[in-house]
């Protein structure tokens, strides 16, 4: 008798302490659940773009207008309105651009040069800064760098490696690699390829677009995917996101369009 109450009370005492555990931790039980969303997103608008193979994307740090680049051999960067208008081009000749973020701190782009697996900071005036050599494992030429974004508070630059490896790589101030880590993630959030990247730097949350995937797939600060969307149809290459009214922007490398949704 006296076993069999010690033994229902060391029970009571495992089952009060598992209650403590979720009550102090309930991200743990439910972060990585794809049954719960935090988000949905509508498609508000479609915009035709003047731009041969449009791929990356950001926004301004004045919010007025976003940046884009054709990935097109000799191909520019793009001043255009939320319409999808040009409001101006950048002389730089690109080899293959494939993505564009700004930096808020200095105003200064970063475009990310597939081919020659190269970062390169320039002016708004279209001026080369500084260039950068990434370090990927990829062999094949067109499997190189896709999408970049940068962290405002560090001044860190993420970047994605497109596939053969799905990469992601993360330099410090002094362009230093500091974090290497790949995103081989099982379904619902698995990709096949890894194009543009947005980060929100008020939550730490990376958001990536999959061209051949056709989906968007949301990573906490450690990579851990935690929320997907399905679009409609691949070849979207660059996203962007206006924290400030919920709008996600994505450009379409083979419709030449600007497509706009709200996340609400």
């Known amino acids: 008798?006296?076993?069999?109450?010690?033994?229902?009370?060391?029970l009571l005492i495992s089952r009060l302490q598992l209650l403590i555990l979720f009550l102090l931790y309930p991200g743990c039980v439910t972060e990585s659940d794809p049954n719960e969303r935090k988000w949905e997103i509508t498609l508000l608008n479609v915009h035709n773009l003047n731009i041969n193979d449009p791929s990356g994307l950001t926004v301004d740090a004045s919010g007025d207008f976003l940046w884009t680049v054709s990935d097109m051999e000799g191909g520019h960067i793009y001043k255009i309105s939320f319409e999808g208008h040009i409001l101006g081009r950048l002389?730089?000749?690109?080899?293959?651009?494939?993505?564009?973020?700004?930096?808020?701190?200095?105003?200064?782009?970063?475009?990310?040069?597939?081919?020659?697996?190269?970062?390169?900071?320039l002016d708004t005036l279209g001026n080369v800064l500084q260039v950068v050599n990434v370090p990927v494992?990829?062999?094949?030429?067109?499997?190189?760098?896709?999408g970049i974004a940068i962290n405002p508070e560090n001044e860190h630059l993420y970047i994605l490696n497109e596939k053969n490896p799905r990469a992601f790589i993360?330099?410090?101030?002094?362009?230093e690699v500091v974090r290497y880590e790949l995103l081989n993630f099982e379904m619902p959030y698995?990709?096949?390829?890894l194009g543009g990247l947005f980060f929100d730097h008020i939550n730490d949350h990376f958001w990536v677009v999959s061209d051949e995937s056709a989906k968007i797939v949301v990573m906490d600060k450690n990579l851990n995917p935690f929320q997907y969307f399905d679009l409609p149809l691949t070849k979207?290459?660059?996203?962007?996101?206006?924290?400030?009214?919920?709008?996600?922007?994505?450009?379409?490398?083979?419709?030449?369009?600007l497509y706009v949704y709200q996340l609400e």
Do not use: C
């Open 1 to 10: 008798m006296i076993n069999q109450k010690k033994r229902n009370n060391l």
């Open 91 to 121: 002389p730089y000749e690109g080899n293959d651009m494939e993505g564009i973020t700004m930096n808020p701190n200095d105003h200064t782009l970063w475009v990310a040069e597939e081919r020659l697996r190269q970062a390169v900071q």
């Open 170 to 175: 993360e330099l410090n101030r002094e362009m």
């Open 137 to 146: 494992e990829s062999t094949n030429i067109n499997d190189g760098l896709e």
């Open 236 to 257: 979207f290459e660059g996203i962007a996101i206006d924290l400030t009214k919920d709008i996600i922007y994505l450009v379409n490398d083979e419709e030449n369009k």
């Open 190 to 193: 698995f990709m096949q390829d």
